[in-house]
T-cell receptor
């Protein structure tokens, strides 16, 4: 089966600019996650979708970050305006559903650098 | 915030040796998972152990869980250069909707 696809792989922007990331999960996976991974740290969950609804966005900085999964399949994460501290790898993951004891499948991420 | 702390932060061993990584966490869990991350890549799921299990094996991997001490260990036997990666533990919670909280990771280097 095809894995989780993310694009772009790398992005360099200046602070205060906007940027968007795209994710296509494994076919049939109902649950989609966006994580932020700062260099040297573990991933931190930003938002979790179940189909096209938000399950948890408690750690999403909503003044600048937004995400959508309109048709319950692929998803976009946007940052506007970007700050220097947003430099990180943004990982997308999916799982079959949102019930416990499910492994999550990750894409290779988008590495964002803010100048 | 990070739920788990891996120990050691970095580990360097020779090919053929065993590698042991430890994870401690703070709150009650439903399950604990271990993931591997190669440089510049996403995380790969290795093994999941439920809170009512004490030990689990998968190939050269052995995971133990001690819920009374809120700790887990990952043992990789007969390590290979290809095992060089960062290893993360992640904890899931009852009613957490499969939400995981990741630890800080152990960087493993296996030298030839």
């Amino acid at each position: 089966e095809a894995g989780v696809a993310q694009s772009p792989r790398y992005k360099i922007i200046e602070k205060r600019q906007s940027v968007a990331f795209w994710c296509n999960p494994i076919s049939g996976h109902a649950t989609l996650y966006w994580y932020q991974q700062i260099l040297g740290q573990g991933p931190k969950l930003l938002i979790q979708f179940q189909n096209n609804g938000v399950v948890d966005d408690s750690q999403l900085p909503k003044d600048r970050f937004s995400a959508e999964r309109l048709k319950g399949v692929d998803s976009t994460l946007k940052i506007q305006p970007a700050k220097l501290e947003d430099s990180a790898v943004y990982l997308c993951a999916s799982s079959a559903d949102r019930y416990s004891n499910q492994p999550q499948h990750f894409g290779d991420g988008t590495r964002l650098s803010i100048l | 915030s990070q739920q788990g702390e891996e120990d050691p932060q970095a580990l360097s061993i020779q090919e053929g040796e065993n590698a042991t990584m430890n994870c401690s966490y703070k709150t009650s869990i439903n399950n604990l998972q271990w993931y591997r991350q190669n440089s510049g890549r996403g995380l790969v799921h290795l093994i999941l152990i439920r809170s009512n299990e004490r030990e689990k094996h998968s190939g050269r991997l052995r995971v133990t869980l001690d819920t009374s001490k809120k700790s887990s260990s990952l043992l990789i036997t007969a390590s290979r250069a290809a095992d060089t990666a960062s290893y993360f533990c992640a904890t899931g919670f009852t009613g957490g909707g499969n939400k995981l909280t990741f630890g800080t990771g152990t960087q493993l280097k296996v030298e030839l």
